[in-house]
């Protein structure tokens, strides 16, 4: 996104660097270095005039990065976490394209039940289809949590069908807090312990319809990023929940085994994160940048050398901060 950006705005790029650190191998096409650096961890483009102690020579005055007006410059910074954004819409499209619109399959097939819960007492299993509840026949999954929440406590019997055999098991509904995504109480009420099977069907799509699909799921996981920042800031999600680059192998390397659609997904998520993050308002961050150039732009002048300085040793102290965190909590998490 940068590099586009800059290509299109007339400024020479010195360098196109995947990851960070001593170069790797690298070649010189034109006026432009294109490397692969060591630690695979991200990437940069460098361009002309984008330190303020670069050398800029008369001639190339007009292709350096601080002489350009500060709207091409806040386009070019913004371009890299929007070219995140976008990466994440083509891979749900990817999808959606071929694989079909995933459609949660509404039966009543337990997909979980819960460790000591009233289900799990009971003999309850995941797999377990139940057929009827007190006698009251179950198609859908809103028919089994009805007739659980509206048991008053009272024991209720199940009905269910187990590889083919048909047995009679008697719960004892318990009054559980009912929780969102962020593990926040929503309402307390009779339940058993069961979730629904989480089987999804995909229908096929027409390529216009998979590519609206591909900006919907982005936006969904740009809501819940931007939500799972601020109920961390609200200590309503605990800061070892946060995970680094151990906890992201891990968890690519269960989705792989899951299956490639699964895979997709998590790289779509892992974009819409970076893109996110690197939005927000820290100094040495693109969004810190676009901070700067926004204050410009409404005072008519480039923020002082010095502010600018001070910001960078704060950003660049926070960013420190929260990936010792974010490692400290993989290795915790390795060590359990």
Known sequence: GHFILAKLFNIKVLKFSIGFGPKLIGRQYGETEYVVSAFPLGGFVKMLG?????????????????????????????AGPVSNLLFAVFLFFMIFAIAGLPTPVDNTVIGTVSADSPAQKAGLQAGDMILSINGKETVKWLEVADLISNSAGAPVVLVIDRQGERLEITGQPEITPSRNLFGEEIEKRYMLGISLSEKVTYEKVSLWRAIKAGFSQTWTFIYLTIMGIVKMIQAVIPASELGGPIMIAQLAGKQMEAGWINLVYFMGLI???????????????DGGHLLFYLVELFKGAPVSATTEMLGQRIGVALIVALMALAIYNDLIRLAG
Do not use: C, H, M, Y
């Open 50 to 78: 984008e330190q303020g102690d670069d050398e800029v020579t008369d001639e190339e005055a007009n292709r350096s990065f601080a002489k350009k007006p500060v709207w091409q410059r806040f386009l070019i910074v913004a």
């Open 271 to 285: 974009s819409v994160n970076l893109g996110i993050l690197n939005l927000l308002p820290i100094p040495v961050l």
